[in-house]
């Protein structure tokens, strides 16, 4: 069965630090990989996305993740965390079936940002 | 502007009681979400529809009802046997059944008492 793990539940660090939030997939196959971000109380916003090609990929915000196939892994990055950073990350899965395309949520990172 | 409309913000309910949430987008998606969402449980999918009056179950079905009768609009009722409804809900949508991004509303969260 195709899971998603963050195995982060919470992260704090301080404002101007660098951030890495860690995401491991299961799956057969190549899946297509996502990262969202939710402020409290809000919807999801989409940070970037991975289909193929360039196992680095740029997003929103100044945050970056890499693709490792070896590790099955889609770790968000960021160099210079702001406090505006504060907030839920969701790494996602998105895999072919035979009933259409699936999504599958990691169970998300809570990011906590310290003057 | 195009989007995700969620409606109302904030819902009070007496158990007991049968809610409707309301989802309406007007991004001229084909497929649309409801989720669940609990502290420290992530995200899970209630019921998907991939195209107007057709609709599966997802892994929490069990107390919630939908309906497809237009393709803007994917409201979700909370049952009064649904155990524990209180929980923030998000709708999502998704150009096309082999597309893969989804779109996010705000949410609603739902107390009940």
């Known amino acids: 069965a195709q899971s998603v793990t963050q195995p982060d539940i919470h992260i704090t660090v301080s404002e101007g630090a660098s951030l890495e939030l860690r995401c491991n997939y299961s799956?057969?196959?190549?899946?297509?990989l996502f990262w969202y971000v939710q402020s409290p109380g809000q919807g999801l916003q989409l940070l970037l996305k991975?289909?193929?090609?360039?196992?680095l990929v740029q997003g929103i915000k100044g945050f970056e993740a890499e693709f490792k196939r070896s590790q099955s892994s889609f770790n968000l990055r960021k160099p210079s965390v702001h406090w505006s950073d504060a907030a839920e990350y969701f790494c996602?899965?998105?895999?072919?079936?035979?009933?259409?395309?699936?999504?599958?949520f990691g169970t998300g990172t809570s990011l906590t940002v310290i003057p | 502007d195009g989007g995700i409309t969620q409606s109302p913000k904030y819902l009070f309910r007496k158990e007991g009681q049968n809610v409707t949430l309301s989802c309406e987008q007007n991004?001229?998606?084909?497929?649309m979400y409801w989720y669940r969402q609990d502290p420290g449980q992530g995200l899970r999918l209630i019921y998907y529809?991939?195209?107007?009056?057709?609709?599966q179950k997802g892994d929490i079905a069990e107390g919630y009802s939908v309906s497809r009768e237009k393709k803007e609009s994917f409201p979700l009722t909370v049952t009064s046997a649904q155990k524990n409804p209180t929980a923030f809900y998000l709708c999502?949508?998704?150009?096309?059944?082999?597309?893969?991004?989804?779109?996010f509303g705000p949410g609603t969260r739902l107390t009940v008492t």
């Open positions: 999502a949508s998704k150009p096309s059944r082999g597309s893969y991004e989804q779109y």
């Open positions: 799956y057969g196959a190549t899946p297509y």
């Open positions: 991975y289909f193929s090609g360039d196992t």
């Open positions: 996602a899965v998105g895999v072919h079936t035979n009933t259409g395309n699936q999504f599958y």
């Open positions: 991004l001229n998606h084909d497929a």
């Open positions: 529809s991939q195209i107007v009056n057709d609709f």
